[in-house]
């Protein structure tokens, strides 16, 4: 484990809502725990997390969501990303959460890092996913992007 300002500058870089066309393959994984102990995973895009600062990550989700839901419960939740050939975690508190338009906005701090990694294998990705409508996919996300920016 490091510290929360640990997270390398390309798992960073993915998140920076820069160059949306560029990162249509990038994906990350939020884990979150339902009251029962259970865990709960989202898969994300990079049109719904927002790298603030190296210790601040935003993310989009829909408010009924159980990401949403576990999120509003604990607290607490983790977001997995490939970069630089591992795993990257960050383990994330939540801070704020706003809903807008039918979404939830909420801003985390990042408050340790876990590497995971193998010397037997480099990680290429977390998720593949193909956009049924990649055009409107990113105009949604930059709409995602510029509310995550400005939300206070």
């Known amino acids: 484990m490091s510290s929360a300002t640990n997270l390398p500058a390309d798992w960073l870089a ?6 949306l066309e560029d990162k249509l393959g990038v994906s990350a994984i939020l ?12 898969y994300l ?11 601040r990550l935003r993310l989009y989700l829909c408010p009924g ?10 607290g607490r939740a983790s977001l ?3 970069a ?10 939540s801070i704020r ?11 985390t701090q990042v408050v340790e890092t876990v590497r995971h990694a193998a010397p037997y294998a480099r990680v290429t990705g977390m998720i593949g996913f193909e956009l049924a409508d990649p055009a409107q996919t990113l105009k949604r996300w930059e709409d ?5 920016r400005s939300f206070n």
Request: with cysteine; hydrophobic share 40%.
């Open 144 to 148: 995602q992007i510029a509310r995550l």
């Open 31 to 42: 884990a979150t725990a339902t009251q029962g102990d259970w865990p709960h995973l989202a």
């Open 45 to 55: 895009s990079c049109g719904e997390v927002l790298a603030v600062s190296p210790g």
């Open 84 to 93: 630089g050939g591992i795993v990257s975690e960050a383990r994330l508190t």
């Open 97 to 107: 959460l706003v809903e807008d338009d039918n979404r939830l906005m909420i801003e």
């Open 65 to 74: 969501s159980g990401s949403a839901a576990c999120l509003r419960t604990s």
């Open 80 to 82: 997995h990303a490939a």
């Open 14 to 19: 993915q998140f920076d809502g820069t160059a």
